[in-house]
């Protein structure tokens, strides 16, 4: 007993050892971001254009090759008759608005990732297979991936989808920005299919002046807001309406960025342990431990 028990403590002190030497994954998911939002890449969606075609839907679903649904499938109108959120077969849906007190009432939005400047998602995933990057993009890895879904559950627009149908190798999945068109000086799908300029690509800080012009030179047109320019930090994507941003599924959030509540949770649990991979890590390594001592023990009961 122990000797078993030395072996154990053993083991638990390198773990911790290394433990002390492991920088936060979230916080090396972040540490190369530049903070220079302004020069980062957005989208700003003026809703008070959009008329509902799903052009972009079709040029995501072949952009990402998500799906084969023939192209009659994207100019289907009943589907907003419902609210539709993204999925592993949609990274953006458009869905209608419907104001009663408007004689113009229905009225059209996209969603997608945000692609926010402080993401909550990066924060809260555990290994950094998410990661924002100086462009705007957050991205993904899969091959970090470990399944945990904490970025669904920190997303505060509730975009991260996950392949529950894929048992072997199942992936969250996100609008990726199409960062492989914008890194080669290219709009995004969604972007370059809209047939009436709906979408505006560009530097972020160059957007967000645009929309406040737009705004001041048309003030019964526009909601005077611009989502997205400050909540939870700011959004690469923005967005104008006419009315409350609520109808279009975007949430009152406040100016605060959420990885400051994510992470100081995270650091509390952790730095007073031990972080998840080292944690992980040792719970092998005394299993593995503890299977090896049993198969000797077996043995030793059969030879005798």
């Excluded at 190369?32 to 254009?49: I, K, Q, R, S």
């Excluded at 509730?158 to 920005?177: H, N, S």
């Excluded at 299919?193 to 019964?220: M, Q, W, Y």
């Excluded at 909601?223 to 009315?243: P, R």
Aim: with cysteine; net charge negative.
């Amino acid at each position: 007993m122990n000797k078993d028990r030395r072996k154990f403590l053993k083991m638990a002190t390198a773990t911790v050892a290394a433990a002390t030497i492991l920088p936060s994954v979230s916080e090396a998911s972040l540490e190369h971001c530049e903070e220079d939002f302004d020069n980062a890449f957005g989208v700003l969606v003026d809703t008070t254009v959009c008329i509902g075609c799903r052009n972009c839907e079709l040029a995501c679903d072949r952009q990402n090759e998500l799906t084969d649904h023939p192209k009659s499938y994207f100019m289907d109108n009943t589907v907003f008759d419902s609210r539709r959120r993204p999925s592993v077969e949609s990274y953006t849906v458009v869905n209608s608005s419907f104001d009663s007190s408007s004689t113009d009432n229905k009225s059209f939005g996209k969603i997608q990732c945000m692609h926010c400047n402080h993401p909550a998602c990066v924060s809260a995933c555990i290994v950094g297979a998410l990661t924002k990057c100086k462009h705007g993009v957050v991205s993904y890895d899969a091959w970090k991936c470990i399944g945990c879904r904490y970025c669904m559950v920190a997303c505060p627009f509730q975009i991260p989808a996950y392949e529950y149908k894929e048992a072997l190798k199942p992936r969250v999945m996100k609008c990726t920005f199409c960062y492989d068109l914008i890194h080669n000086d290219k709009k995004p799908a969604c972007v370059e299919s809209c047939p009436v300029e709906a979408l505006t690509f560009g530097k972020r800080g160059d957007l967000i002046k645009h929309a406040h012009v737009k705004i001041e030179a048309a003030p019964n047109n526009y909601y005077d807001h611009v989502f997205g320019e400050n909540e939870i930090g700011g959004t690469s994507w923005m967005y104008l309406a006419n009315k409350d941003f609520i109808n279009y599924d975007l949430p009152k959030l406040e100016e605060e960025k959420i990885p400051s509540l994510t992470e100081s949770i995270q650091h509390g649990i952790f730095k007073s342990f031990l972080p998840p991979l080292a944690l992980y890590g040792f719970l092998g390594l005394v299993m593995h431990s503890i299977r090896q001592d049993k198969k000797k023990e077996e043995e030793n009961d059969e030879q005798s």
